[in-house]
């Protein structure tokens, strides 16, 4: 009898268990809504690993670090290069390989390193070969610090378990993800220790809340149409927008543009599967500083804007617009802003309606209005 009684004791204390995690779980994505719902708005492998890597959130602190020296190391080599130079070397780094191979086959020439290289982007290609051939030694130097970044992460790593181990290497392909787990590092432990306490149940809660990111974002995104489509006015703002954006932040070599008129080709899905193949810049390089905050992933301005108009037809949308257009309009000279009263507000009544939205222009749009309430 006392078996039984101590039986239904345990099921009763894992019942309780079970609920405080769900409400913490619950709880914490109520407080940290943009980035754990950001988090978890990927796909199941990705925040299946955010969720094995948080039981060590050390790790996120101490890859912080390194970045930082790689990253400032890496700056400091190509300052002294013209900002069109430092772009090249920026992009070389988005396809570690390149520099490797172009080290092992320093004696080769022409068609032999260009048949090396043959499966890379012909820009990319193109500068690599230049840049081997005029400053070989500063692709040795860029190769000695990625090579002591991937030295340190490994130490960082090493005595994590194995399943730990992949998991962070999954990550740091996804330099905006570690990024925002070391700037949120409490958040981290959070997942972490709930994970770790309830790991079948936290899972299923991130299944869900994956499940329902995705629901209201496609919500989001139909409603965001359809108020665009139905005002001409927002329509001319935007278009103004789109133009000085695509302008400003130098998109004029787009490789994802047609050569004729530099805007997308007519099938929306074929530059879609383009766009998913995007390599980010790498975690220990960072970003070009001069494109704003957590500019990780060098999209094509069409994308980074959401829509495009055709030389014919009408508006082509390909999306909600980027965090990274929002840091740009937001913080454009002259408060650009005012100078296009219809899409302003346009976009603050459309945050106003989705506050909790995780998505990267609503979080752009919630800075400006914290910054302006200072």
């Known amino acids: ?71 400032d190391s890496f700056k400091k080599i190509i300052s002294t290069y013209s900002q069109g130079r430092q772009k090249q070397l920026w992009e070389i780094t988005r396809y570690p390989q390149i520099i490797s191979i172009i080290i092992e086959n320093k004696d080769k020439q022409g068609a032999e390193l260009d048949e090396l290289l043959k499966k890379y982007p012909a820009a990319i290609k193109k500068s690599a070969i230049n840049i081997a051939k005029s400053d070989y030694s500063t692709l ?48 981290a432990v959070d ?37 665009i489509v139905k005002d001409t006015a ?16 130098k998109y004029d070599d787009d490789i994802y543009a047609r050569a004729n008129d530099k805007l997308p080709n007519d099938k929306p899905e074929e530059n879609t599967k383009t766009i998913n193949e995007v390599a980010p810049y790498p975690y220990w390089a960072g970003y070009p500083y001069w494109y704003g905050r957590n500019y990780w992933y060098p999209y094509p301005w069409w994308y980074q804007t959401g829509f495009y108009w055709p030389l014919y037809g009408p508006l082509r949308f390909y999306g909600l617009p980027s965090y990274n257009f929002g840091w740009w309009y937001y913080n454009h000279p002259h408060h650009y802003y005012d100078r296009h009263p219809n899409s302003t507000n ?10 909790n939205s995780n998505g990267g222009f609503n979080r752009s749009t919630r800075e400006f209005n914290r910054g302006r309430r200072k």
């Open 1 to 71: 009898m006392k078996q039984i009684l101590f039986s239904i004791s345990l099921l009763i204390s894992a019942g309780i268990y079970s609920q405080n995690d769900a409400a913490s779980f619950d709880q914490l994505v109520t407080k940290e809504s943009s980035v754990v719902s950001s988090l978890f708005s990927y796909p199941d492998s990705v925040y299946s690993s955010i969720l094995m890597a948080s039981v060590y959130p050390q790790g996120f602190v101490r890859l912080n670090e390194i970045q930082k020296t790689s990253s």
């Open 140 to 187: 040795l130097e860029i190769d000695k610090i990625h090579r002591d970044f991937e030295t340190k992460y490994k130490e960082i790593i090493n005595d994590y378990p194995n399943i730990v181990k992949s998991s962070y290497n999954l990550l740091i392909g996804h330099p905006e993800i570690v990024t925002m787990l070391s700037e949120n590092n409490k958040t």
């Open 191 to 227: 997942i972490g220790e709930l994970y770790k306490r309830n790991p079948k149940l936290i899972k299923q809660k991130a299944d869900s809340l994956n499940f329902e990111t995705a629901k209201e974002k496609g919500i989001e995104y139909e409603e965001w149409k359809r108020g």
């Open 234 to 249: 927002v329509q001319r703002d935007l278009k103004e927008a789109a133009k000085d954006y695509s302008n400003e932040e």
């Open 346 to 355: 346009y976009f603050r009544d459309h945050y106003q309606g989705r506050r």
